[in-house]
């Protein structure tokens, strides 16, 4: 083993829930100080509070680096859209939709339940201050909704994580 290379950066994965996201607030899956790259997430989201459908997919990403009141690079045409899907994954076959850096790995319109994934691997986002990942839940954040997910980057120097909840809690409602 030799030296590592320099910037390399360590690789962190942070969890992040929301059972029941208040209503005109994005739910946010990253939000950190430092110096690295964003490269990945997945998210489950389903409805809460009898929402039904999976309209929560109308909401968009946004994504602040280094203290932007604007996401100036990064602000969506719609949830599907980031996890490369489109018009709600309605395609006749949908385990097309597992592709190398975004995909579906569930939909379930009876339950309102999708889980999907995006990898940044050939379009990483760098930041120097700190980035902010934010999920829209409906256009505005008006769909009621219980989100769960993961976020991949990486950090110049490494970072303790929060401890997970107790299993109980991440499981599916």
Not at 62 to 89: C, H, Q
Not at 126 to 141: N, W
Request: hydrophobic share 35%; net charge negative; glycine share 12%.
């Amino acid at each position: 083993t030799g030296p590592q290379p320099a910037h390399a950066g360590y690789f962190h994965a942070r969890y992040v829930q929301d059972p029941d996201i208040p209503l005109r607030k994005d739910y946010r899956i990253l939000e950190l100080a430092g110096r690295g790259k964003f490269v990945g997430t997945n998210v489950s989201m389903q409805n809460a509070r009898g929402a039904t459908g999976i309209f929560f997919l109308e909401g968009d990403e946004k994504i602040y680096v280094d203290g932007e009141k604007y996401p100036s690079r990064w602000l969506g045409t719609g949830t599907e859209d980031y996890f490369n899907g489109a018009y709600f994954w309605n395609a006749p076959d949908k385990a097309a939709m597992a592709r190398p850096y975004g995909g579906l790995t569930f939909l379930d319109w009876g339950i309102g339940r999708v889980c999907a994934y995006r990898w940044h691997v050939t379009d990483w986002i760098g930041f120097t201050r700190g980035i902010i990942v934010d999920l829209e839940h409906g256009g505005v954040s008006d769909v009621p909704c219980n989100y769960q997910s993961v976020a991949y980057y990486y950090l110049e120097e490494p970072a303790a994580q929060e401890p997970l909840p107790p299993c109980a809690e991440r499981l599916p409602k």
